[in-house]
């Protein structure tokens, strides 16, 4: 609506030299605040149906339209035009009570978008405040490779447990053998101790690689489905934390139309109440507690007498 206003600034301001009826023009001071006002509204428009969105993952985009959301309001809030400002404090004091601390799990979701990772995430803590930003960016990190360590242990036992075929494997070796000492095999354990501690995990292998064109239109999902012979239990993680959407609107848009939304619940009260006095109240306790037919009769004939009463229909 506002858009299509200030699309006809013009002609509104031709019908104020043309009608001398026409006294509710606005000024160009109200102008300009219109601008600013749609300037600063019509992010939130885009950033509300981007993650609205049913037929794409949104967790990855999760931090970032937080973020911006965030930028918008610190933005405004000094704005020139006291009226902008008033409106922007009741909305940054909401923004502050329901989004000061970002979802960890969300924000996982911007690490395992190979155009961002732990790059965009360092840039926009530290522009928001920089003070807290390597505070924040080490507990996101600490909480990932605690996620990635649970699921390599889940798979790997998976693994495990399949190629072992859930049996016990009996030793056929000598009975001499386990008295047996050989030196160059316990250098040989400790080798391999050495490198299995060296080798770098499929985490830090894909954090280490350079991150894709942010401009790059990819599937998220596709791309993880396709790194999955390297990166197979990095992978698995990414499809779960991706398939998270960021809210409830998509389940619940098809509970709506454009005939029926949300009420308020004094409405819903009210509703029930005059249900109950067009139809005659029922205790939905006393038909359940009725043990004989003639309990049944009786409890039929009080409810008649209830529906009979003046003013009943």
């Known amino acids: 609506m506002l858009e299509s206003a200030l699309r006809c600034e013009r002609g509104f301001v031709r019908l104020s030299l043309k009608d001398n009826n026409f ?12 601008r600013e ?6 992010p939130f428009y885009k950033i509300t149906t981007l993650m609205s969105g049913q037929s794409y993952p ?9 973020w911006r959301i965030e930028c918008l309001l610190k933005e405004f809030s000094i704005s020139e035009d006291e009226v902008i400002r008033k409106m922007v404090q009741p909305m940054k004091a909401k923004f502050d009570k329901y989004w000061s601390d970002y979802s960890i799990i969300l924000s996982l979701g911007a690490i395992l978008d190979p155009r961002m990772k ?24 600490k909480k990932l490779y605690l996620l990635f360590e649970a699921y390599s242990e889940t798979l790997s036992h998976n ?22 000492f050989d030196v160059h095999d316990e250098l040989r354990n400790i080798n391999f101790q050495t490198n299995a501690s060296q080798r770098k995990s499929s985490l830090d292998i894909y954090l280490e690689e350079s991150t894709l064109d942010m401009n790059s239109k990819i599937d998220v999902l596709q791309y993880w489905r396709s790194q999955a012979h390297r990166f197979s239990d990095l992978a698995s993680m990414a499809c779960d934390v991706l398939s998270i959407p960021i809210t409830t609107v998509a389940s619940e848009s098809a509970f709506l139309n454009k005939y029926r939304n949300s009420i308020l619940d ?36 009080k409810v008649d007498s209830i529906n009979m009463m003046p003013g009943v229909d």
């Open 118 to 141: 732990f790059h965009v995430l360092e840039y926009c803590l530290n522009k928001v405040d920089p003070c807290t930003a390597n505070e924040k960016l080490t507990i996101i990190k």
């Open 266 to 301: 004094t409405n819903v009260q009210a509703l029930i109440c005059a249900r109950d006095w067009i139809h005659g109240y029922v205790d939905d306790d006393a038909e359940f507690e009725c043990q004989n037919e003639s309990d049944k009769e009786h409890y039929k004939d």
């Open 159 to 180: 693994a495990s447990s399949n190629a072992s075929g859930g049996q016990i494997r009996i030793p056929t070796s000598r009975e001499d053998d386990s008295l047996s």
């Open 37 to 42: 006002i749609c300037k600063f509204l019509n």
């Open 58 to 66: 949104t967790s990855n985009l999760y931090f970032m339209q937080i």
């Open 23 to 34: 006294r509710d023009c606005p000024s160009e001071e109200e102008w300009k605040r219109g």
